[in-house]
C-alpha cells in the first residue's frame, strides 16, 4: 500500500526533549526482554530512547510508580551522585520535571470503540492511536485482522468480493484493486469508523491511507505487550467503566 498522504508519524507528534534520543542513559541493569504494562514504557525497554519515558510521564502521572520508571530515575541519580558535574543527567532528571509540567489534559482525547483515537493536543486535531491501556491499541489491531481474515476467507471460498463486503458492511469497494487486501480493510474501517457519531462533533476524517498507517504503527508499539492483553483480556483492570 501506498502511503503518499499527510499522516504525522507518533514521535513527531510529541513533545521534544534534550537528549531524548540518547541510549547511552539506559541502565545496564534493565533487561530487554522484560515488559511494563505500559506501551510507553515498554517502549522505552525496547528502544533504550528516554524520550518515552518522558511522554509516558506526560499521558498518566501514574507511571511514576512503574518499577521501570523507578529503576531508571535511581539509576540516574546514583549516577549524578558519582559524577556531580555530569550536565547530560541533569538535563534528563530536569527532563522529568518539565514532563510533569507537560501533563496531557484527557479531555482532549476523544477515545472510539474502534481503537482510533481524536486528538487535539497539537496544533492541529488529528486522528491517532491510543497508548494506555495496551488493550486499547490492541483494538485498532485486532479489528483490522478481524478484516483481514474476513477478506481472505471470501476470497478462499471463490466469493465475488465486492459483494460479500457491500452486503457485511454496505461499502463499495469496486475503485480499489481486489488483490490489495490491506487497503481494502483500510477503507472498510476507516468507513465504520467515519460513521460513528462522534462527542465531539468534530469534522475529522479518518482515510484508508490513515487508518492502515496508524494500524501498522500500533503494531511496533505493542511488542512485548500480548502477555498484558491475554491476561486482562476479559477483565480490563485500566477501564474505568467496568468493574474489577
Not at 499522516?7 to 542513559?25: A, H, M, T, V
Not at 491510543?130 to 478462499?156: A, M, Q, T
Not at 454496505?170 to 460513528?196: G, P, T, V, W, Y
Request: some cysteine; overall charge negative; glycine content about 2%.
Amino acid at each position: 500500500m501506498k502511503t503518499e498522504f499527510n499522516y504525522i508519524p507518533f514521535d513527531l507528534q510529541q513533545n521534544k526533549y534534550e537528549n531524548g534520543d540518547n541510549e547511552s542513559f539506559y541502565p545496564n541493569t534493565l533487561d530487554k526482554n522484560c515488559f511494563s504494562r505500559h506501551i510507553l514504557i515498554n517502549r522505552y525497554i525496547v528502544t533504550k530512547k528516554p524520550k518515552y519515558l518522558f511522554w509516558a510521564l506526560e499521558h498518566d502521572p501514574n507511571v511514576l510508580m512503574d518499577p521501570f520508571f523507578v529503576e531508571t530515575i535511581t539509576y540516574w541519580v546514583n549516577q549524578k551522585l558519582n559524577n556531580p558535574r555530569n550536565n547530560l543527567l541533569d538535563s534528563q532528571l530536569n527532563n522529568v520535571g518539565e514532563a510533569l509540567k507537560n501533563s496531557r489534559n484527557n479531555n482532549n482525547f476523544f477515545h472510539y470503540d474502534s481503537g482510533y483515537v481524536h486528538s487535539y493536543c497539537g496544533e492541529e486535531p488529528l486522528i491517532t492511536f491510543e497508548v494506555h491501556p495496551p488493550r486499547r491499541c490492541y483494538r485498532i489491531i485486532d479489528n483490522f485482522n478481524l478484516i483481514l481474515n474476513f477478506i481472505d476467507k471470501e476470497i478462499k471460498d471463490n466469493s465475488d468480493l465486492g459483494l460479500a463486503v457491500n452486503k457485511k458492511f454496505q461499502i463499495d469497494i469496486s475503485d480499489i484493486e481486489i488483490k490489495d487486501h490491506n487497503l481494502i480493510a483500510a477503507k472498510i474501517i476507516s468507513s465504520m469508523h467515519n460513521r460513528i457519531k462522534k462527542v465531539e462533533n468534530d469534522k475529522l476524517i479518518l482515510t484508508p491511507e490513515i487508518a492502515y498507517a496508524i494500524y501498522e504503527e500500533s503494531k511496533i508499539f505493542v511488542e512485548n505487550l500480548q502477555y498484558i492483553v491475554d491476561t486482562f483480556r476479559i477483565v480490563d483492570y485500566w477501564d474505568p467503566d467496568k468493574k474489577r
